[in-house]
């Protein structure tokens, strides 16, 4: 039985370095192209792609973006972004065993198909999860995690790894508070307790309510 678990930690060692090579590659790509690379993480539902189409819509006359989706199947997500007039690529990971996340490998087949020289900003909506995402870098430059209020404040405690290596939380769908029975300050503590450094943004990418904060971070982030 010992002989079994060394072997099992040594496969999953080796698929996260060979990952790590990969995000390396890709994060000297981007430096090439001069592109900066967010990845959009969040359960399914909490609002990635409304977030992201409120986005470009706001900010389409300032920077040149693309979107790579990715998603287990349907090509759904990407169709309503790739109505917002910008690049959009779809990754479906059903093709290779349904995997519930990105990894650099697939990211890097996608960027074949977007002019990374021609971008100020790529966009990455990793497959709706708090789990698998949080593991695999990819080589970009912030993660981001979309947490909408209908989720309960306890996930930060539940997926810490997701918030831990969050660069920014998005809480989404604020505009549904009046309807809730939800303690967004008992949700701030939580963050705080896994992430004390993190920053975060109340928002509703639906309503536009409090988007403003959200677009000025990310104009820095891309110029």
């Known amino acids: 039985m010992a002989g079994k678990g060394k072997q ?3 496969i999953v060692t080796n698929i996260l370095e060979a990952n ?3 995000a390396a590659e890709n994060r000297k790509r981007f430096a090439d192209a001069r592109v900066h690379v967010i990845d959009i993480m969040g359960s399914p539902g909490a609002g990635k792609t409304a977030l992201l189409e409120a986005t470009i819509e706001a900010l389409h006359d300032d920077l040149r973006m693309a979107v790579v989706v990715g998603d287990i199947t349907t090509t759904r997500d990407a169709e309503r972004l790739a109505k917002k007039g910008v690049p959009t690529v779809q990754i479906m990971t059903e093709s290779f065993g349904g995997a519930c996340h990105l990894e650099a490998s697939t990211l890097r087949q996608a960027l074949d198909q ?6 100020d900003l790529l966009f990455v909506e990793n497959v709706g999860n708090l789990v698998c995402p949080a593991e695999f870098d990819m080589g970009q430059h912030q ?12 996930k930060p405690l539940k997926y810490p790894l997701a918030f831990r290596r969050a660069d920014l939380v998005v809480i989404n769908k604020i505009d549904l508070l009046p309807h809730l029975d939800y303690d967004v300050v008992a949700l701030r503590d939580n ?3 896994v992430n004390p450094s993190v920053q975060w943004f109340e928002l509703s ?7 403003a904060g ?9 110029k």
Do not use: F, Y
């Not at 977007?114 to 971008?119: G, M, R, S, T, W």
């Not at 993660?143 to 306890?154: A, P």
């Not at 959200?214 to 891309?222: E, G, I, K, P």
């Open 114 to 119: 977007v002019a990374l020289d021609q971008l």
């Open 205 to 211: 990418a639906r309503s536009g309510q409090n988007l």
């Open 191 to 193: 963050l705080q307790r």
């Open 8 to 10: 099992k930690i040594s």
């Open 143 to 154: 993660r981001v995690v979309v947490h909408s209020v209908t989720e309960g404040e306890d």
């Open 20 to 22: 790590d090579r990969v």
């Open 214 to 222: 959200w677009l000025d971070w990310v104009r820095r982030q891309a």
